[in-house]
């Protein structure tokens, strides 16, 4: 046989087999028998609301005849409501006016290509430079060092 037929048969062999179930030894499993999950299948666990909506299916009336709509507030137990967000910090007018330079400028030099307007030299250079000096001032402003008030060990700081 060549290489190329016995590759061949182990194929066959692999497809011929892609369905069989496996089955396996107890020794085999890394796992002791009581971490395998039971062959019944799971059962459903129907709260005291889905069992009322199975009885609305069951006897179709009219909620109008009966006069009993669902409150909001009813089924919203075990549900997280995340607190408001803290409000953001305020900003001086240094920073506002470097973030307004830093995108200002090159929003400036996308619309005025995309409008097709001719741009003079000083127009051109002022947007570039105010993208560069928006990005300076917001660097230098960054204040990567410790606080003042931190003393003279920063230990584990919070």
Known sequence: MTPQSDEDEVWRQIVASFNDT?????????????????????RRV????DEEDLLREDDPVDEAETGTEQSDGEDEEGHYVPPPPPP????????????LALFGGPAYLLLSAALSWNLQGWMLFTAVAAFIG???????????GPPNDSGWDDGAVI
């Open 22 to 42: 496996a089955e396996r030894d107890s020794a085999d499993q890394p796992w002791p028998d009581s971490e395998n999950l039971p062959a019944e299948p799971p």
């Open 46 to 49: 129907i709260k005291q609301s």
């Open 88 to 99: 953001l910090p305020k900003t001086d007018a240094t920073t506002k006016i470097a973030w």
């Open 134 to 144: 928006g990005f300076v001032a917001l660097v230098v402003r960054m204040g990567d």
